[in-house]
Protein backbone atom coordinates (compact mmCIF):
# COMPACT_ATOMS: atom_id res chain seq x y z
CA UNK A 1 0.00 0.00 0.00
CA UNK A 2 3.21 2.43 0.26
CA UNK A 3 4.11 4.29 -3.27
CA UNK A 4 8.00 3.69 -4.32
CA UNK A 5 10.28 6.80 -3.95
CA UNK A 6 10.49 8.85 -7.23
CA UNK A 7 13.52 9.39 -9.38
CA UNK A 8 14.59 12.93 -10.27
CA UNK A 9 17.94 14.21 -12.61
CA UNK A 10 18.85 17.54 -11.61
CA UNK A 11 15.36 18.15 -10.05
CA UNK A 12 13.45 17.07 -13.16
CA UNK A 13 11.76 13.15 -12.76
CA UNK A 14 13.43 10.42 -15.23
CA UNK A 15 13.18 6.89 -15.30
CA UNK A 16 16.38 5.71 -16.45
CA UNK A 17 18.00 6.29 -19.39
CA UNK A 18 20.84 8.55 -20.67
CA UNK A 19 22.33 11.72 -18.41
CA UNK A 20 25.20 14.20 -18.39
CA UNK A 21 28.12 13.31 -16.60
CA UNK A 22 28.09 14.35 -12.77
CA UNK A 23 24.13 14.68 -12.79
CA UNK A 24 22.16 14.65 -9.61
CA UNK A 25 19.84 11.73 -8.70
CA UNK A 26 17.09 12.48 -6.35
CA UNK A 27 14.96 10.19 -4.48
CA UNK A 28 11.84 11.74 -2.91
CA UNK A 29 8.78 10.46 -1.10
CA UNK A 30 5.75 10.64 -2.04
CA UNK A 31 4.58 9.04 1.29
CA UNK A 32 5.38 11.56 3.85
CA UNK A 33 6.76 9.41 6.09
CA UNK A 34 9.25 6.49 6.49
CA UNK A 35 12.81 6.12 5.35
CA UNK A 36 13.87 5.26 1.97
CA UNK A 37 16.16 2.64 1.09
CA UNK A 38 18.65 2.48 -1.98
CA UNK A 39 21.56 0.30 -3.37
CA UNK A 40 23.33 0.13 -6.45
CA UNK A 41 25.19 -3.49 -6.29
CA UNK A 42 21.57 -5.27 -7.53
CA UNK A 43 20.22 -6.32 -4.14
CA UNK A 44 16.90 -5.28 -2.85
CA UNK A 45 16.53 -3.10 -0.01
CA UNK A 46 13.97 -5.15 1.48
CA UNK A 47 16.49 -8.03 2.41
CA UNK A 48 17.94 -4.92 4.54
CA UNK A 49 17.76 -4.94 8.65
CA UNK A 50 16.74 -1.53 10.18
CA UNK A 51 19.14 -0.63 12.36
CA UNK A 52 21.87 -3.63 11.48
CA UNK A 53 25.79 -2.48 11.90
CA UNK A 54 27.44 -1.05 8.74
CA UNK A 55 28.73 -4.01 6.71
CA UNK A 56 26.90 -6.53 8.25
CA UNK A 57 25.73 -9.38 6.47
CA UNK A 58 22.03 -10.54 7.17
CA UNK A 59 21.42 -14.14 7.66
CA UNK A 60 17.66 -13.85 8.57
CA UNK A 61 15.66 -11.08 7.62
CA UNK A 62 12.22 -10.25 9.14
CA UNK A 63 10.43 -11.14 6.01
CA UNK A 64 11.56 -14.66 6.14
CA UNK A 65 9.54 -17.19 5.71
CA UNK A 66 8.89 -19.38 8.43
CA UNK A 67 7.03 -22.54 10.26
CA UNK A 68 4.39 -21.74 12.62
CA UNK A 69 2.74 -23.55 15.20
CA UNK A 70 -0.01 -22.84 18.74
CA UNK A 71 1.05 -26.02 20.12
CA UNK A 72 -2.05 -27.67 21.84
CA UNK A 73 0.36 -30.04 23.75
CA UNK A 74 3.43 -30.70 25.22
CA UNK A 75 5.53 -31.83 21.95
CA UNK A 76 9.46 -31.58 22.85
CA UNK A 77 12.09 -30.08 21.79
CA UNK A 78 12.99 -31.05 18.30
CA UNK A 79 11.27 -28.73 16.56
CA UNK A 80 14.02 -26.70 17.89
CA UNK A 81 16.49 -28.39 15.44
CA UNK A 82 17.26 -29.03 11.60
CA UNK A 83 15.48 -31.88 10.04
CA UNK A 84 12.29 -31.73 12.28
CA UNK A 85 9.07 -32.02 10.09
CA UNK A 86 5.81 -31.70 11.00
CA UNK A 87 2.70 -30.75 8.60
CA UNK A 88 0.55 -29.48 11.04
CA UNK A 89 2.59 -26.46 11.29
CA UNK A 90 1.65 -22.81 10.02
CA UNK A 91 3.93 -21.77 6.73
CA UNK A 92 4.12 -17.90 6.15
CA UNK A 93 6.74 -15.35 5.94
CA UNK A 94 7.64 -11.86 8.16
CA UNK A 95 6.41 -10.91 11.63
CA UNK A 96 3.99 -13.74 13.39
CA UNK A 97 0.94 -12.34 15.96
CA UNK A 98 -2.45 -10.43 16.07
CA UNK A 99 -4.18 -7.33 16.90
CA UNK A 100 -7.49 -6.82 18.31
CA UNK A 101 -7.47 -2.90 18.03
CA UNK A 102 -4.66 -1.40 16.04
CA UNK A 103 -0.90 -1.03 16.39
CA UNK A 104 0.57 -4.12 14.70
CA UNK A 105 -0.70 -4.78 11.74
CA UNK A 106 2.14 -2.94 9.15
CA UNK A 107 4.48 -5.85 11.31
CA UNK A 108 2.48 -8.59 10.86
CA UNK A 109 2.44 -11.22 7.71
CA UNK A 110 1.72 -14.16 9.29
CA UNK A 111 -1.91 -13.39 11.32
CA UNK A 112 -2.35 -16.40 14.33
CA UNK A 113 -4.97 -14.47 15.92
CA UNK A 114 -7.51 -16.98 15.09
CA UNK A 115 -5.54 -19.90 16.71
CA UNK A 116 -3.92 -18.35 19.46
CA UNK A 117 -6.26 -15.39 20.67
CA UNK A 118 -7.98 -17.31 23.72
CA UNK A 119 -6.55 -20.45 23.29
CA UNK A 120 -2.93 -20.31 23.70
CA UNK A 121 -0.21 -17.93 25.43
CA UNK A 122 2.68 -19.27 23.48
CA UNK A 123 3.42 -19.81 20.04
CA UNK A 124 6.39 -21.71 18.04
CA UNK A 125 8.27 -20.67 15.19
CA UNK A 126 10.81 -22.52 12.73
CA UNK A 127 13.29 -20.16 10.47
CA UNK A 128 15.39 -22.10 8.84
CA UNK A 129 18.41 -19.99 6.68
CA UNK A 130 21.66 -21.54 5.01
CA UNK A 131 25.17 -19.93 5.45
CA UNK A 132 27.93 -20.49 3.14
CA UNK A 133 31.22 -21.40 3.59
CA UNK A 134 32.72 -18.44 3.14
CA UNK A 135 30.51 -16.19 5.79
CA UNK A 136 32.48 -18.68 8.18
CA UNK A 137 35.76 -18.17 7.16
CA UNK A 138 36.26 -15.33 9.66
CA UNK A 139 33.37 -15.25 11.67
CA UNK A 140 33.37 -11.79 13.88
CA UNK A 141 29.62 -10.91 15.65
CA UNK A 142 26.42 -12.00 15.49
CA UNK A 143 22.88 -10.22 16.72
CA UNK A 144 19.49 -11.14 17.30
CA UNK A 145 16.97 -8.33 16.78
CA UNK A 146 13.98 -8.84 17.35
CA UNK A 147 10.66 -7.05 17.58
CA UNK A 148 8.41 -8.86 20.70
CA UNK A 149 5.34 -8.43 22.62
CA UNK A 150 5.72 -9.73 25.18
CA UNK A 151 8.62 -12.20 25.93
CA UNK A 152 10.39 -15.42 23.86
CA UNK A 153 13.31 -17.93 23.76
CA UNK A 154 15.21 -18.34 21.14
CA UNK A 155 17.47 -21.15 20.28
CA UNK A 156 20.07 -21.52 17.20
CA UNK A 157 20.37 -25.12 16.09
CA UNK A 158 19.23 -26.60 19.07
CA UNK A 159 21.30 -24.31 21.38
CA UNK A 160 19.52 -21.59 23.58
CA UNK A 161 21.18 -18.35 22.83
CA UNK A 162 18.59 -15.19 24.15
CA UNK A 163 15.65 -15.24 26.11
CA UNK A 164 13.56 -12.35 27.75
CA UNK A 165 10.70 -12.01 30.12
CA UNK A 166 10.96 -15.49 31.33
CA UNK A 167 12.51 -17.75 33.68
CA UNK A 168 12.69 -21.61 33.81
CA UNK A 169 11.85 -24.21 31.66
CA UNK A 170 9.51 -23.14 28.69
CA UNK A 171 6.22 -25.51 28.39
CA UNK A 172 4.50 -25.90 25.56
CA UNK A 173 1.67 -23.71 26.83
CA UNK A 174 4.19 -20.84 28.97
CA UNK A 175 3.32 -17.27 29.18
CA UNK A 176 5.72 -13.96 29.38
CA UNK A 177 6.61 -13.14 33.19
CA UNK A 178 4.92 -9.70 32.35
CA UNK A 179 3.91 -7.57 29.67
CA UNK A 180 6.05 -4.87 27.44
CA UNK A 181 4.38 -1.41 26.16
CA UNK A 182 3.84 -1.46 22.67
CA UNK A 183 6.21 1.40 21.79
CA UNK A 184 9.01 -0.68 22.75
CA UNK A 185 7.64 -4.35 21.16
CA UNK A 186 7.52 -2.46 17.77
CA UNK A 187 11.09 -1.24 18.11
CA UNK A 188 13.97 -3.66 17.28
CA UNK A 189 15.84 -5.02 19.89
CA UNK A 190 19.49 -5.96 20.33
CA UNK A 191 20.97 -9.61 21.58
CA UNK A 192 24.60 -9.65 21.20
CA UNK A 193 25.20 -14.14 20.19
CA UNK A 194 28.80 -13.07 19.37
CA UNK A 195 29.55 -15.92 21.78
CA UNK A 196 27.42 -18.35 19.70
CA UNK A 197 28.61 -17.46 16.24
CA UNK A 198 30.03 -20.95 16.64
CA UNK A 199 27.18 -22.92 16.32
CA UNK A 200 26.44 -21.74 12.29
CA UNK A 201 26.95 -24.43 10.20
CA UNK A 202 27.71 -24.72 6.24
CA UNK A 203 24.72 -24.91 4.90
CA UNK A 204 21.39 -25.99 6.48
CA UNK A 205 20.79 -24.10 10.16
CA UNK A 206 17.59 -23.30 11.79
CA UNK A 207 16.70 -20.47 14.62
CA UNK A 208 13.78 -21.31 16.50
CA UNK A 209 11.88 -18.98 18.82
CA UNK A 210 9.02 -19.94 21.71
CA UNK A 211 7.03 -16.91 21.78
CA UNK A 212 5.10 -15.99 24.50
CA UNK A 213 2.03 -13.81 25.00
CA UNK A 214 1.15 -12.50 28.70
CA UNK A 215 -2.15 -14.20 28.92
CA UNK A 216 -4.26 -16.03 26.16
CA UNK A 217 -6.99 -13.49 26.48
CA UNK A 218 -4.54 -10.71 25.64
CA UNK A 219 -5.31 -8.11 22.31
CA UNK A 220 -2.29 -8.38 20.83
CA UNK A 221 0.98 -10.43 20.32
CA UNK A 222 4.25 -9.52 18.19
CA UNK A 223 7.61 -11.87 16.95
CA UNK A 224 9.34 -10.54 14.59
CA UNK A 225 12.99 -11.62 14.41
CA UNK A 226 16.19 -10.80 12.20
CA UNK A 227 19.53 -12.43 12.48
CA UNK A 228 22.73 -10.80 11.19
CA UNK A 229 26.81 -11.16 11.49
CA UNK A 230 28.68 -8.07 13.01
CA UNK A 231 31.95 -7.12 11.13
CA UNK A 232 34.68 -7.12 13.27
CA UNK A 233 35.40 -3.23 11.58
CA UNK A 234 32.28 -1.79 10.38
CA UNK A 235 33.36 0.73 7.47
CA UNK A 236 33.57 4.54 8.42
CA UNK A 237 30.91 4.79 5.84
CA UNK A 238 28.34 2.43 4.16
CA UNK A 239 28.87 2.00 0.88
CA UNK A 240 25.62 1.81 -1.41
CA UNK A 241 27.63 -0.44 -3.98
CA UNK A 242 27.76 -3.04 -1.38
CA UNK A 243 24.52 -3.64 -0.03
CA UNK A 244 21.39 -1.28 0.89
CA UNK A 245 21.64 2.37 2.63
CA UNK A 246 19.20 4.64 4.04
CA UNK A 247 19.14 7.18 1.09
CA UNK A 248 20.31 11.37 2.67
CA UNK A 249 21.72 13.26 -0.14
CA UNK A 250 21.90 13.18 -3.93
CA UNK A 251 23.54 10.54 -5.84
CA UNK A 252 25.94 11.69 -8.47
CA UNK A 253 26.17 9.89 -11.50
CA UNK A 254 29.62 8.87 -13.06
CA UNK A 255 29.16 5.65 -14.33
CA UNK A 256 26.48 3.16 -15.39
CA UNK A 257 23.83 2.78 -12.68
CA UNK A 258 21.37 0.42 -11.72
CA UNK A 259 19.31 1.54 -8.97
CA UNK A 260 17.41 -0.21 -6.47
CA UNK A 261 14.81 1.40 -3.91
CA UNK A 262 11.88 1.09 -1.43
CA UNK A 263 10.84 3.38 1.72
CA UNK A 264 10.44 1.47 4.93
CA UNK A 265 7.44 2.80 7.18
CA UNK A 266 6.40 1.19 10.93
CA UNK A 267 8.10 -2.06 9.36
CA UNK A 268 6.32 -1.97 6.29
CA UNK A 269 7.77 -2.03 2.59
CA UNK A 270 6.78 0.19 -0.44
CA UNK A 271 6.98 -1.51 -3.58
CA UNK A 272 10.21 -1.65 -5.46
CA UNK A 273 11.35 1.20 -7.71
CA UNK A 274 14.44 0.55 -10.09
CA UNK A 275 15.92 2.41 -12.95
CA UNK A 276 19.34 2.70 -15.23
CA UNK A 277 21.10 5.52 -15.95
CA UNK A 278 23.79 5.59 -18.60
CA UNK A 279 26.47 8.51 -18.22
CA UNK A 280 26.46 10.06 -22.05
CA UNK A 281 28.87 12.64 -22.96
CA UNK A 282 27.51 16.46 -23.14
CA UNK A 283 27.51 18.00 -26.57
Given amino acids: SLDPPLF ?21 NPN ?5 YYSLDGSDPRL ?14 EPAAKQVLIPARQIGTAWRNVGY ?36 ASCYLRIPFTVAAADLQNPTG ?52 TAHIGLLRTGDNLLAIHGLNDSPTSSDFLISAALVTAPATPPAHPNPAHGPTPYTAPIP ?24 YETAAEN
Fill in 32 to 36: GSGTI
Fill in 142 to 193: LILKCRYDDGFVAWLNGVEVARDRFLGVPQWNSAAAGSRPDAEAVQLTDFDL
Fill in 85 to 120: NDPHWIEGAGGVGYERSSGYEPYLGLDVGAQMYGVN
Fill in 48 to 61: AVPGAPPGAKTLVG
Fill in 253 to 276: LAQLTHIKARILDRGQWSALHEAT
Fill in 8 to 28: RINGVPQHGGPVAPGAALTLT
